[in-house]
């Protein structure tokens, strides 16, 4: 069973020769309540320097927190206890610098989600499943949706209720991870050289795990999680991918675009992978179309469904008219699918998997982060005292308030 908690051993191996310079050359030796509060002094130093004038919080995860590091939405990012745990400080800095340039760059995850519901929804509607009432007529995954019970609303507010509004979130969190390699890419590139050598190093770390799943052809597949992280660690320099560099390799767009820019490009070069995405996931639910025993149950099915839709696209807000602009309808090629027969490879891999749990937050016990936090109170104050009636001696004494 994976640990939850944020447990720094005295025998971890310290790897912090950027901070060191840093603390002018001195050692670090431990995870000490010490050395942890100097961790997030220094973040906070870059947080004013990267997003100054915001209310931004770099703090330590004492909750639940499972999964993202930063909220662009919240203005909050927590450091990464994963990293911290195994001793890897530079690089724990390094994802926090790469969080704080999110917040200052990046498109809030809210619109994002928005966007991305919009191009998957159209997808949904291109692919169609027999019906179990009369194998003659066809539903989209779309209707079938609606028709199982669909409330964008609570995917948007991270509050999923049902199992189609969980095969959608899962939907979503494909097509988000893609984005969000491409826009790793854009802020990594773009960071200031000061603070990018975090990230550099950091790169170089996480490059030594995923080449050796490269070069075995574990990823070979062109499935979308493989993209994901194919595209990343080509546009970095670590691998040169014939895949990525025909269907998305221009590096000075990504550099030069805004994510509103630059998306409708990435979801026309990797539809056919996010289209199998969505029927990888899909080809695992007990969804189905309704049946229908009379015509006033089909009525009223229509009508719900109908009354679905409209929410949905309510849901969608101010980025209605972006989808709209962007996703026509004729970039959608109809399409059959028997969720039995027809079997689509999984997309989860080794390494995306290995990845994902491999970042999740450890979380601080209470009683650490109060011995952290105790050094917020603490003053250096100059002192002279006459002790033997001549000579006046100069010391330092820390107060503690």
């Known amino acids: 069973m994976r640990e939850t908690l944020f447990t720094p051993s005295d025998n971890t191996i310290i790897d912090a020769e950027l901070m060191e310079r840093w603390l002018g050359n001195s050692k670090i030796h431990s995870l000490n309540p010490k050395t942890l509060y ?10 004013d320097i990267i997003v100054p004038m915001t209310n931004v919080k770099v703090e330590y995860p ?12 919240k203005g909050i990012i927590y450091i990464p206890t994963y990293t911290l745990n195994e001793g890897k400080i530079d690089d724990t800095i390094g994802l926090v610098i790469h969080e704080l340039n999110h917040i ?22 291109s692919i169609f499943i027999k019906r179990d009432d009369d194998d003659s007529k066809y539903d989209s995954i779309k209707e079938t949706l609606f028709a199982n019970g669909f409330n964008f609303q609570n995917i948007i507010d991270s509050n999923t209720s049902n ?19 491409v826009e790793d890419v854009r802020i990594d590139h773009l960071c200031a050289p000061n603070m990018k050598k975090y990230i550099d190093k950091l790169d170089v770390n996480g490059s030594k795990n995923f080449i050796p799943y ?8 062109n499935k979308l999680m493989n993209i994901v992280y194919r595209l990343l660690y080509h546009h970095k320099g670590f ?4 895949y990525i560099d025909t269907h998305f390799g221009e590096l000075p767009f990504i550099l030069k675009s805004t994510p509103k820019e630059y998306i409708p490009i990435v979801f026309g070069a990797f539809q056919k992978e996010i289209e199998d995405y969505c029927k990888s996931l899909f080809q695992d639910t007990n969804l189905n179309p309704v049946d ?8 009223i099915q229509q009508i719900s469904e109908k009354s679905a839709e409209e929410a949905f696209e309510k849901s969608l807000g101010e980025e209605k008219q972006f989808c709209s602009d962007n996703f026509s309808d004729d970039m959608f090629e109809e399409s059959e699918f028997d969720k039995t027969n027809d079997k689509v490879a999984k997309s989860e891999t080794t390494y995306s998997q290995e990845v994902e749990e491999g970042s999740r937050l450890l979380v601080v016990p209470r009683s650490m982060k109060a011995s952290i936090d105790i050094f917020n109170n603490v003053d250096v104050v100059d002192c002279h005292e006459n002790f033997n009636g001549s000579e006046v001696t100069a010391y330092k004494t820390l107060l503690i308030g």
Do not use: P
Not at 38 to 47: A, F, P, R, T
Not at 167 to 179: A, R
Not at 292 to 299: E, G, H, Q
């Open 292 to 299: 229908n025993a009379s015509t006033m149950d089909s009525f």
């Open 214 to 221: 490269y070069e075995k052809g574990e990823l070979d597949e």
């Open 62 to 73: 004492t909750e639940g927190f499972d999964t993202a590091c930063a909220s662009v939405d």
């Open 239 to 242: 691998i040169k991918d014939d």
């Open 163 to 181: 199992a189609s509004e969980q095969y959608f979130s899962e939907c979503l969190k494909g097509v988000m991870l893609l984005l969000n390699s």
């Open 104 to 125: 200052k760059l990046s498109e809030k995850e809210s619109t994002l989600i928005k966007i991305s519901g919009g191009f998957v929804m159209k997808i949904l509607d």
């Open 38 to 47: 100097d961790i997030q002094l220094l973040l906070s130093h870059y947080k």
